[in-house]
Every structure is written in C-alpha cells, then in structure tokens.
C-alpha cells in the first residue's frame, strides 16, 4: 500500500489547528515537517518549540526533512522530538559528513533518508545505499515558493526504482514538492511508496477520500 504524507509547512498559520485536526481525521499516514535554514534554501521554518507543540495535537508519526546546511548539534535537537523519519539532502554536504549524520540518525532509533534535488544525477545515491531506509526525490526545486514541479520526475523514480533493485536494497521511495492527487498517483505508478502532499491536501474538500485513493493503488 502507498502511503501519504501531508505537509505542515503547507498548512494555513492562521487556521493551524483546524489544519492539523483535519490530517488526523483524514487518515493520512504521517506529517511531513520541512526545516529549511534560509542558506541552503531561500525559505525559513520550522523551529523544535512549534513542532513540539503540533506534535501534541496530532497522533500520527513525524518524518522531518531537512533543507538546510545541517550540524550534528541541530540535528540533535530536532531528533528529541522522536520523529519516525529523517531526512537530510545529499547536496547540503560532502558524503563523509552525510554519512556520519545518517549514522547518528540511525542510532538515535529514527528511519533515516536521502533527499534529491531535480538537478542532481539519480546516480550519487549509489554510495549511500547501504546507510538509507528511505530516498526522497524532489519533483521541484527545494525550499523556493514558486518553483515549478518537474514532469522528469517520473522517469527518475523509475530510474532509482531500478538502481535499487539492481543493488538487492530494501529501500522506499518517496516524492515531495508539488503534488496534487493525480501527480501523486502517477508517482505510485511509477514506483514512489510514498507521496508527500501538501497545498492540494489542504484545499481539498473530501480529504478522506484523496487518502484512500492513494491507499488502494500499488507501484
């Protein structure tokens, strides 16, 4: 089953606890939170003290993915929050130091995953296959409000869909940026497990719905 996540950032501040109620009632699967350091990406959010907070309102589990030039001492404090899931991006650093976070993230007790941007060749995962549980692939450009999504993703998701099987790993595929229901169940066809849905889940009136349509279908 593919499963969706609904991202907070997405989300209208002004009516957030209404927002968080209806992921919850929909039967999404997690909360997708991204951190974003306005260096590696233009935009800024979200700090531990706000996401502590929503994380008491809702009971599903938490994948947090960092858009930003992470150290290990931030890292730390975002994995107090005990999310199910985090994920760093393969362009923030150099593979040494990406390992190293990935390792601690892993001991911490959390899934750990790979983000990659559209301008990066599926290609630089293959060193970290053996440290991942999850690869993130962008279908937009990270962290910048009005980048478009890109149509190649689907053929990147197939791409690494195979680079994975090639190499006999039992890692996951999500996609993030973007997505509406149809992008997100052409996504699952072409070999995504999960979906990362955020604008479009907010704005859509049958919520439940949009969930179970992810649900049925199978790579």
Sequence with gaps: MALLSVSLFAADIMQLR??????????????HIDIMDG?????????????????????????????AYLTEDLLEQYLLLKPE????????AEFDKNVRLL??????????????????????L???LPYINTVLVMSRKPGEENSEFTEEVYTRIRDIDKMIRREERE???????????????????????????????????NKRKMVESIHKNKR
Aim: glycine share 10%; with cysteine; proline share 5%.
């Design 18 to 31: 209404d927002e968080i109620a209806s992921i919850s009632e929909s039967g999404a699967d997690r909360l």
């Design 39 to 67: 260096h590696f990406v233009p935009l800024f959010g979200c700090n531990t003290i706000w996401i502590k907070k929503v994380l008491a309102e809702i009971k599903i589990p938490a994948e947090i993915h960092f858009m």
């Design 85 to 92: 899931e985090a994920v760093i991006h393969i362009e923030a």
């Design 103 to 124: 390792k601690k993230i892993t001991y911490a007790g959390a899934d750990c995953g790979l983000a990659i941007s559209p301008a990066t060749s599926p290609d630089a």
């Design 126 to 128: 293959t060193p970290y």
């Design 171 to 205: 890692i996951r595929i999500n996609v993030d940026g973007g997505l509406d229901a149809g992008r997100a169940l052409k996504a699952v066809k072409s070999g995504a497990d999960e979906v990362v849905i955020g604008r479009a889940f907010y704005g859509e009136k």
